[in-house]
């Protein structure tokens, strides 16, 4: 288990492009959920994000250990589209930081 954020970008391994504004809000929609406001709240362990000015989609490295089954979620999908990750590697405050 890496201990670094995986990002989802747009582009697929074959350089053709995946729409990137439906798949990650169809996928973090999945995985969002409502709280004591009628407010709709991402996972803190899958988030879109802007990576390097592409809209990607953020993994947290934690989400592996503590829910293994969206983990495998998004990475299933991520393999069957053939979509290219690569490691966030942003700091301070930019970074997808686990919760306390």
């Given at each position: 288990?890496?201990?670094?954020?995986?990002?989802?970008?747009?582009?697929?391994?074959?350089?053709?492009?995946?729409?990137?504004?439906?798949?990650?809000?169809?996928?973090?929609?999945?995985?969002?959920?409502f709280l004591a406001d009628?407010?709709?709240?991402?996972?803190?362990?899958?988030?879109p994000n802007v990576v390097?000015?592409?809209?990607?989609?953020?993994?947290?490295?934690?989400?592996?250990?503590?829910?293994?089954?969206?983990?495998?979620?998004?990475?299933?999908?991520?393999?069957?589209?053939?979509?290219?990750?690569?490691?966030?590697?942003?700091?301070?405050?930019?970074?997808?930081?686990?919760?306390?």
């Amino acid at each position: 288990m890496s201990e670094e954020n995986q990002v989802f970008t747009s582009t697929l391994e074959a350089s053709d492009q995946f729409e990137p504004t439906v798949w990650i809000e169809n996928l973090v929609s999945i995985l969002a959920s409502f709280l004591a406001d009628p407010r709709l709240r991402y996972s803190q362990g899958v988030q879109p994000n802007v990576v390097d000015g592409e809209i990607c989609l953020v993994v947290a490295a934690w989400l592996e250990s503590t829910d293994r089954a969206t983990y495998d979620h998004v990475m299933a999908f991520a393999q069957s589209n053939q979509l290219k990750t690569k490691l966030d590697r942003r700091s301070s405050e930019r970074a997808m930081q686990k919760p306390a």
